[in-house]
């Protein structure tokens, strides 16, 4: 069974940034994608960002060119930098790893854009 633990979320302005981190344990399996993926109030919770063990990325159009994701294999980490962050950007952000064929999920951490 694979554990995600997230941390880093919390308030920031406008224009502000945010380094969020989420470590994966209980896996002897090598883990082939780890992903972010946020969900706002009454809306369906969306992919963000997907990082491939090939080190391959994906990102949804809205974050293109302000989040970087990033990924430490030795340590199992997953990392999801976030610059020029917009109160769009407001959501609980959840890590997603793919190990083998089945899907684990973070309990998620809260990211608030706001002055």
């Known amino acids: 069974q694979v554990q995600l633990v997230e941390s880093g979320g919390g308030l920031v302005q406008p224009g502000g940034s945010l380094r969020l981190s989420c470590a994966a344990s209980?896996?002897?399996?090598?883990?082939?994608?780890m992903a972010w993926h946020r969900q706002a109030p009454g809306v369906q919770r969306e992919l963000v960002a997907v990082?491939?063990?090939?080190?391959?990325?994906n990102y949804a159009d809205s974050v293109k060119g302000r989040f970087t994701i990033s990924r430490d294999n030795a340590k199992n980490m997953v990392y999801l930098q976030m610059n020029s962050l917009r109160p769009e950007d407001t959501a609980v952000y959840y890590c997603?790893?793919?190990?083998?064929?089945?899907?684990?999920w973070g309990q998620g951490t809260q990211v608030t854009v706001s002055s």
């Open positions: 209980g896996s002897s399996r090598r883990i082939y994608q």
């Open positions: 990082i491939y063990s090939s080190g391959g990325t």
């Open positions: 997603q790893v793919v190990v083998g064929v089945n899907n684990y």
